[in-house]
Structure formats: structure tokens, C-alpha cells
């Protein structure tokens, strides 16, 4: 699976943007589709995946993200997105998508669980 995640860019604080992922190259409803972002100097983040339709197509949220950003999936056009609103300086990142096809619920927010990675796109949130 080739991922391409676009998107990002520069957003005052209490702004919004809404990141895209776009996968090629194979069966797109397979995956498990996330997004984890990475902050200078930090550690790669979860923020949030899509279960595919057979886990139940739910939806997790890392604790920042609740109730700000919303994860979808759309299996029709191989795109996964995630709206992020109310956004604040420290949401500044890299933004990855990933893919998994082993997920389970224990390993969904680790970043070693997924299978294929999209190169980032960069958000950042001025104060």
C-alpha cells in the first residue's frame, strides 16, 4: 500500500484543517487506517484510527484528541481523512498516515503495529 497524506500547512490557534490520506496499490478496506503525528525532538504520536469494516469500523482516539479532531475513512475513494478543529500550538507536527493490517486493540496506538507509512505532512499552529 502506497499512502500520500496532504494537507497540512500554517493555522492560527483556535483554527482548523482537514489532512487527507490517499492509498494505492491494494485493498484499501483491508487496512486499519491511522494517523499519528511526530513533533520535534518527540516521539511519533497516535492520534487516531478507523477500523476497517470487519473490526467494526469504529473509530479511537488518542486523549488529545477527543472531542477536536474526527477520523473517517472513505473505502469507496481509498481516503482517509482527519478534521482537526480547535487546534492549538502543540498539535504543531509531522502528520503520518499508516496503514495495518494486524491491528488489534492493544497495539492499535503503537506505531510498530502498522504495516505501511505515508510520508508526513506538516502542520503548524501559530499562537
Known amino acids: 500500500v502506497q499512502l500520500q497524506a496532504y494537507g497540512g500547512g500554517l493555522v492560527q490557534a483556535g483554527g482548523f484543517l482537514r489532512l487527507s490520506c490517499a492509498a494505492s496499490?491494494?485493498?484499501?478496506?483491508?487496512?486499519?487506517m491511522a494517523w499519528f503525528r511526530q513533533a520535534p525532538s518527540q516521539e511519533r504520536e497516535f492520534v487516531a484510527v478507523?477500523?476497517?469494516?470487519?473490526?467494526?469500523?469504529?473509530?479511537y482516539y488518542g486523549d488529545f484528541a477527543k472531542g477536536r479532531f474526527t477520523i473517517s475513512r472513505d473505502n469507496a475513494k481509498n481516503m482517509v481523512y482527519l478534521q482537526m478543529n480547535s487546534l492549538i500550538p502543540d498539535d504543531t507536527a509531522v502528520y503520518y498516515c499508516?496503514?495495518?493490517?494486524?491491528?488489534?486493540?492493544?497495539?492499535?496506538?503503537?506505531?510498530?503495529?502498522?504495516?505501511?507509512w505515508g510520508r508526513g505532512t506538516e502542520v503548524t499552529v501559530s499562537s
Open positions: 496499490g491494494s485493498t484499501f478496506s483491508r487496512y486499519d
Open positions: 499508516a496503514a495495518g493490517s494486524r491491528i488489534i486493540l492493544s497495539n492499535m496506538n503503537n506505531p510498530q503495529g502498522y504495516d505501511y
Open positions: 478507523v477500523r476497517k469494516n470487519s473490526g467494526g469500523g469504529r473509530s
